[in-house]
């Protein structure tokens, strides 16, 4: 069963504003027209409301060594947005028993990217490259730390924006890096 998150998007940056169901068909038709790979996709409504802050371009950075191209990078935001509403389970790794946040983590980049992902938040947090907010894309990952213990991983999906499992909520979400909670958690980048 394939889930996808029933909220909207919208694009900014162009003349006409579109506003439609989010599906994976959907985000393929706005990836193809580049809306995707150019910024301009904006998500509302599936995750907590968006900073004030600046958000990290994901076109900056791309000379990064990296095991996933630029378009299997899209590929994992794309699926990775489509599976918002996938109930968590800890130790889960697949859509039909659910997630934790590894989990989700390893099988999007296998199944888009055909990468295999440490599965544990301790493994992902030296795995790939260290990178710079200003340096991040879609399609790498967020890792949040306390006491500089990686604790929870997601992927980041542009604008400010990560898709993880959380233990709470219940289920796979869309949230804001620059939410009250996230944002008091010591955060970093990687690229794998």
Same mark, same amino acid.
């Given at each position: 069963?394939?889930?996808?998150?029933?909220?909207?998007?919208?694009?900014?940056?162009?003349?006409?504003?579109?506003?439609?169901?989010?599906?994976?068909?959907?985000?393929?038709?706005? !990836? *193809?027209?580049?809306? /995707?790979?150019?910024?301009?996709?904006?998500?509302?409504?599936? @995750?907590?409301?968006? %900073?004030?802050? #600046?958000?990290?371009?994901?076109?900056?950075?791309?000379?990064?060594?990296?095991?996933?191209?630029?378009?299997?990078?899209?590929?994992?935001?794309?699926?990775?947005?489509?599976?918002?509403?996938?109930?968590?389970?800890?130790?889960?790794?697949?859509?039909?028993?659910?997630?934790?946040?590894?989990?989700?983590?390893?099988?999007?980049? !296998? *199944?888009?990217?055909? /990468?295999?992902?440490?599965?544990?938040?301790?493994?992902?947090? @030296?795995?790939?490259? %260290?990178?710079? #907010?200003?340096?991040?894309?879609?399609?790498?990952?967020?890792?949040?730390?306390?006491?500089?213990?990686?604790?929870?991983?997601?992927?980041?999906?542009?604008?400010?924006?990560?898709?993880?499992?959380?233990?709470?909520?219940?289920?796979?979400?869309?949230?804001?890096?620059?939410?009250?909670?996230?944002?008091?958690?010591?955060?970093?980048?990687?690229?794998?």
């Amino acid at each position: 069963m394939q889930r996808t998150c029933s909220k909207n998007y919208s694009t900014s940056g162009t003349a006409d504003s579109v506003t439609s169901p989010l599906t994976p068909v959907n985000i393929l038709s706005l !990836l *193809t027209l580049g809306i /995707v790979a150019s910024g301009l996709l904006t998500l509302t409504g599936c @995750g907590t409301t968006q %900073a004030n802050r #600046a958000t990290p371009s994901s076109t900056v950075g791309a000379d990064i060594p990296s095991r996933v191209t630029p378009f299997q990078a899209e590929e994992v935001t794309i699926y990775a947005i489509g599976l918002v509403g996938t109930p968590y389970r800890y130790g889960g790794n697949t859509p039909q028993s659910g997630f934790d946040c590894s989990g989700l983590i390893g099988h999007v980049y !296998l *199944t888009r990217a055909k /990468v295999s992902a440490p599965r544990t938040v301790a493994k992902l947090s @030296g795995w790939g490259s %260290a990178i710079s #907010a200003d340096q991040l894309r879609s399609g790498d990952l967020v890792l949040f730390s306390q006491r500089d213990v990686a604790t929870h991983a997601g992927i980041y999906v542009g604008e400010g924006r990560f898709v993880h499992a959380p233990s709470t909520g219940g289920e796979v979400r869309l949230d804001s890096l620059g939410s009250k909670y996230w944002a008091a958690q010591q955060i970093t980048f990687r690229r794998p």
